[in-house]
């Protein structure tokens, strides 16, 4: 039966379900109209509601970063992208919960390769690899034709290894998308000379798995491309705002809060501190501050403390009260999901349902090697 | 069965069980030898196990921030301190779960002593309260005596609410400890000014509950302090070594890491980021980033992304190799515990337990006032 918000103990992360629908449509189709594959990333909302919703909408399958991820997708869909290279005991782990899964995994290292190779023998398995170039991030990936060429073919001669692409995350281009154009231009450049060299060695990329959220709408003008895998585009955050990259109306995730205090002249604080926003900087200056009040956007998450966010109420004339609830678009949504086991979805003033963040979460001790006591 | 490092999926946080031991046994004692009750604050290990050696080694009670913490620590003591007023939905949460609790609260407006007061009184309960003080940290907290009287005696007047004292967070004493004796004889005015001037409105402070860790070992200093309640102390951090509060040796809590990338010369990747770390500023400069290297602490996590961490190895010869691990010493360690369900207990290199952060999470579906479906 749903409830208002007056019953909400906060902190708590609220999905606006209408918003979120739109932000799943207008993806959906922009990658329809494109014929881009669309491969979304769970990081952002890590819930199995959200990611059976995006295959509905059309998408080819997920993106997901950790072992976790990887397991409670697997009950979503057949078709997953571990967009991060396992290494030592996770090898193991990945290859267990891929049973029924067509594994994609990415690498830019032979280490990676070897091992990934070793226990995909010993199982008897076989997965789909891509190698992870670098346009500019410098984060990983390797920058250079020569060094693709070595390691898709390293992949190729790996029996139990399907070397099918590249991929690439141009996480450097977080630029307000009217200055994006240059670094379009700059990776189509670089993308065009790598796979040009690729299908000259014989090792043409059949997949060319790109894409994020910042530029996520610009994708159809790079010529080669085959997928893209946005995450944060379901729920948007400030940060995304602050780039051009949606509207305000577009932010689908608040944090509820309480006012708790308003002891110190010209500020509030409320119950909502880094362990419910996280400590994620705005990239794109607007004002600075940890998170914005939804219908108050002039004010912001100023300071914080573990479950303390103050307030700055100097260049607003609104005065929230001691209990009054308020809620913060955060910077950056990945890292609020992360920070809770739950969200409610609402509609207007009302929750309407709510979603475990079953992704969430790492080390399963019940998979440790040997019986644990205390 | 205990078991090395090589079978652990990381990222997992390891605690040293005999620097832990030390670290306990050492504010125990300093407590102890000055009089003062110890209250360790849980919100930096969230975990049972560890709370219970608190009380062991002579704790009067422990303290918390939400109502998770409450939740869980009653069955740890009967006698908890909970240093965030309550308010809204979470005033009788707060209350269900302090049956057998000698429960106390932090309050620091009329609101807050209003929606207790009511709450006590409807569930016939009472609780002991404390007036939340200001000494300079402008988070919470009333600065003036005058403000302090007006809440302490609207305590007393509502029946189910017991008036007891104040509390104060001097969260501003962060700077090195060879700088800080300024501020606390600062602080020591102050809170002889407050303490007498409830004296004379007939309403003495017969607690004042103090401390944290940075400036953990000045406590005794401060005539008519009653009682300390550090939190970080059990761990430690890079925060609190660079202030000089603690040895590197001290550092009881790290992060497990695979270096997964090395395609980018003089840095490698680790697959510990944001949502392992947190993103925490070093508050004294201590060479930047989010975190070093255990052995090698001239090695910073310099950038993050949410699941990577990258390491600058600019000012080292270390070179590690893709497939070794690391062990990264947060800067804030009380992040990194809410960051992840279970800690694992080492000794050298050997595990030999591991530990539920029972504490961590908040909003309990299962509490919610209607039934919810999808």
């Not at 059949?206 to 003008?221: C, Q």
Request: proline share 6%; aromatic share 6%; with cysteine.
């Amino acid at each position: 039966m749903p409830y208002g918000f007056a019953d909400i103990e906060t902190p708590v992360p609220l999905v606006d379900l209408d918003r979120l629908a739109v932000n799943l449509d207008r993806m959906a189709a922009y990658a329809a109209m494109h014929q881009l594959a669309l491969r979304p990333h769970v990081k952002t909302h890590k819930s199995s509601r959200i990611a059976a919703e995006q295959m509905r909408l059309g998408a080819v399958g997920l993106t997901v970063a950790t072992p976790r991820e990887l397991q409670v997708m697997s009950e979503v869909t057949d078709d997953i992208f571990l967009a991060h290279p396992p290494l030592g005991a996770k090898v193991r782990r990945v290859l267990t919960f891929s049973g029924d899964v067509q594994l994609r995994i990415s690498v830019d290292s032979h280490v990676a390769i070897e091992q990934l190779g070793t226990a995909c023998r010993q199982r008897d398995q076989t997965v789909d690899v891509l190698v992870e170039v670098d346009f500019g991030m410098k984060r990983m990936g390797v920058s250079d034709s020569g060094d693709a060429i070595r390691l898709a073919g390293a992949i190729r001669r790996q029996p139990g290894l399907r070397y099918r692409g590249i991929c690439f995350y141009p996480g450097h281009i977080r630029q307000p998308v009217t200055q994006q154009e240059g670094l379009i231009e700059a990776l189509c450049g670089d993308l065009h000379n790598v796979l040009a060299a690729l299908d000259d060695a014989g090792l043409p990329a059949e997949i060319v798995s790109g894409g994020s959220t910042p530029a996520a709408f610009r994708m159809h003008l790079i010529p080669g491309l085959t997928e893209i895998r946005p995450g944060t585009y379901v729920f948007n955050d400030r940060d995304t705002y602050a780039m051009g990259a949606c509207a305000w109306e577009d932010c689908a995730l608040t944090v509820l809060a309480t006012v708790i205090s308003d002891a110190v002249p010209d500020q509030v604080v409320i119950d909502a501190g880094v362990k419910a926003l996280g400590r994620e900087p705005i990239r794109v200056q607007e004002g600075g501050g940890y998170g914005a009040v939804l219908d108050h956007p002039e004010v912001t998450v100023a300071r914080m403390s573990e479950e303390h966010g103050i307030l700055d109420l100097s260049d607003s004339v609104w005065r929230p009260k001691v209990g009054d609830q308020v809620r913060i678009v955060p910077n950056h949504a990945c890292i609020v999901t992360h920070l809770f086991d739950a969200m409610l979805g609402v509609r207007g003033d009302i929750v309407e349902t709510w979603w475990h963040v079953g992704a969430r979460g790492r080390h399963s001790p019940e998979l440790a090697p040997a019986p644990l006591s205390i």
